[in-house]
């Protein structure tokens, strides 16, 4: 036992070094495990590539054994001797086994770890408190929203139902009130068809009348001129035998047939036209090239004895004289103001047209229809139907009684307002027949077609009597130079041509549009002419100059049609876009833009000045592709 104890003095312990040594049992700790985890029976190479392909292992601390750290404590403190006692009763107990292996095994508690492993729990569980609560606030808002949506939807539900029985109610109040009218509506049906009934056997008896009216005239006709010719022949059998050659006297004027128009300076115009027909067939003997073309559009034509010749000059325009022209001053077009709507048609309304005295206009539409309305009340009068597609455009008679209508039929027919009843049917052109015009002397009627030509038709003999062909293209409006025979007319070949109506000759082309020219109007006094194309563009030009006064853009949509108020210092453009357009004459300004229509304004026009004096003010009126008819009152 002494040299055991001298052994154990003379013995110098160093002290431990605690991580090298768990270091050392890390890694051996680590290859045991990988060798476990790769079964135990491959060989180095097989286990170094398996270590290569493994993830990177996780290391972790081991616990530091009670007698390392008990002797680690001593060797810091200075505890030497306390120290050698300490292992020699360590050892003894050792070896005598009175230490129990788990208790030697049993490491010392690393707090620190220990804190560490706790403070990155409580992070986690922190980090997901926040989110719990992220969400909560989330399922709280969509919760909120929800009960708001609730709300609301309870809200229209509870209105529906209300209003549900609002309208079951008033429904079967209607009923009701339909049920009991449903008498007075039989009676009321009843007396109609009686009356439709009795107005047809009135007009077929009179129609019966007129056929034999007109048999008695013929035979009364034909007993005239056969006395007239046994006159002749008691006359020439009296006469000396030198006179045989002396030619006839011609025999008494036949009596003209009733027309639309009753001109007494038809006899004037007569003879001039017969002096300017001699002078133009001369003309043409000489052969120069203005002749050559109205050769082409006016061919030889065949004396029809019921033909009726234009007037040689102009007739005087009532309308320059400045007492006259003073009498048209009217308000500023911003001045207007919407005074009546009516549903006119079941289709779009295409045209309108005024009487030229009396307060009452025309529609027509793509229902085949026109109707004739009193004004200011815009009450119907009178339905006419008789055309087998739509009417693009209608004109009433200088005397007021006839209106003539052209149809996408082809045909362009006129009506007489007074007895109610087709009074001709003109076919001559091939396609659809865009516009119609009346001259001022009544005799005449023009036309112009897709079909690229301009026609004139005598309203006596029915037949055309000149043909203007010189547009590339469809011709799409026309109208006369008031109280002159100048013919203007416009086409998508961009041109506006003035035409002599009497020679067929073009006397001025102008061309400055840009796009299709879809309409013309002179003023009152045929000194100013406006036209209008597909972008919008209003051109104004003077005919004492024959230049462009005033180019107007009143786009980007369509201007459909274009009018001038009584004094020509303003024109209303209707447009695409559903307003009439409102512009000063002089500086091209735009003045105001009438709204109401909810499509497509298609024409305007303003009530002729006797019109006006009747109704105490220059009424404005415009029809709509919504098939409305609206009145436009100066405020």
């Not at 008033?170 to 509506?185: F, G, Q, V, W, Y």
Request: charged share 25%; hydrophobic share 35%; with cysteine.
């Amino acid at each position: 036992m002494e040299d055991s104890d001298s052994s154990d003095g003379e013995f110098k312990y160093e002290a431990v070094t605690v991580g090298a040594e768990s270091e050392n049992e890390d890694l051996d700790e680590d290859l045991q495990t990988a060798l476990q985890n790769l079964g135990g029976d491959k060989s180095g190479a097989a286990v170094t590539a398996a270590a290569a392909v493994a993830p990177t292992p996780r290391t972790e601390k081991k616990s530091e054994p009670v007698d390392d750290f008990l002797r680690n404590y001593l060797l810091k403190m200075g505890l030497h001797r306390t120290l050698e006692t300490f292992q020699t009763e360590w050892y003894e107990r050792q070896h005598k086994g009175l230490l129990k292996d788990q208790e030697m095994l049993e490491g010392v508690t690393d707090v620190y770890q220990q804190n560490q492993l706790l403070l990155g729990q409580v992070q986690t569980l922190l980090a997901d408190m926040d989110k719990l609560k992220q969400k909560s606030s989330q399922m709280q808002e969509a919760l909120a929203k929800s009960k708001k949506e609730r709300d609301f939807h309870r809200m229209h539900h509870k209105r529906l139902g209300q209003e549900k029985n609002k309208l079951l109610m008033d429904l079967h109040r209607a009923n009701a009130k339909s049920t009991s009218h449903e008498p007075e509506l039989e009676a009321m049906r009843n007396r109609f068809e009686s009356s439709h009934r009795e107005l047809m056997i009135t007009r077929n008896e009179k129609h019966n009348l007129q056929k034999k009216v007109e048999e008695l005239n013929s035979s009364l006709k034909e007993v005239t001129e056969q006395t007239a010719k046994q006159q002749l022949q008691q006359s020439q059998s009296q006469s000396q035998p030198q006179s045989a050659a002396i030619t006839p006297p011609p025999s008494a004027p036949q009596q003209q047939p009733t027309s639309p128009a009753n001109n007494t300076r038809r006899s004037k115009g007569a003879k001039s036209g017969s002096r300017m027909s001699a002078a133009r067939e001369s003309a043409r003997g000489v052969g120069t090239s203005k002749m050559a073309t109205a050769s082409l559009n006016s061919p030889k034509r065949v004396h029809h004895p019921q033909d009726r010749e234009l007037p040689a000059e102009n007739r005087s325009n009532p309308w320059l004289s400045a007492e006259s022209f003073q009498r048209l001053l009217v308000p500023d077009g911003a001045a207007y103001r919407n005074t009546k709507t009516t549903r006119a048609h079941t289709l779009p309304i295409s045209s309108i047209c005024l009487h030229p005295r009396r307060p009452l206009a025309v529609t027509v539409s793509d229902d085949t229809t026109f109707k004739v309305w009193s004004l200011p009340d815009c009450e119907v009068c009178v339905t006419g139907d008789g055309h087998k597609d739509w009417i693009a455009d209608c004109a009433f008679h200088p005397s007021g009684a006839f209106l003539a209508t052209a149809s996408g039929d082809t045909t362009v027919k006129v009506w007489n307002l007074t007895k109610q009843f087709c009074s001709a049917t003109f076919t001559d052109h091939t396609q659809v027949v865009w516009g119609c015009v009346f001259h001022d002397t009544g005799d005449f009627l023009a036309s112009c077609s897709m079909d690229g030509t301009t026609k004139l038709f005598d309203l006596h003999s029915q037949r055309c009597r000149q043909t203007f062909r010189g547009h590339d293209g469809s011709v799409n409006y026309l109208a006369f130079q008031p109280f002159t025979n100048v013919l203007c007319t416009c086409s998508v070949d961009k041109a506006l041509m003035f035409w002599d109506v009497r020679s067929a000759d073009c006397l001025k082309i102008l061309r400055s549009h840009t796009n299709a020219c879809n309409h013309v109007c002179f003023n009152l006094r045929g000194d100013v002419v406006a036209s209008t194309d597909a972008d919008g563009v209003v051109k104004i030009w003077d005919l004492r100059t024959v230049t462009e006064r005033q180019s107007i853009n009143a786009g980007p949509f369509p201007a459909n049609k274009a009018a001038f108020d009584h004094t020509a210092s303003t024109v209303f453009v209707p447009s695409d876009d559903g307003a009439i357009k409102v512009f000063n004459v002089n500086d091209g300004k735009l003045v105001a833009e009438l709204k109401g229509h909810e499509e497509a304004v298609q024409a305007v026009q303003m009530v002729p000045p006797p019109v006006a004096d009747v109704l105490g003010a220059p009424l404005l009126l415009s029809v709509s592709s919504d098939t409305t008819l609206r009145t436009w009152s100066p405020i």
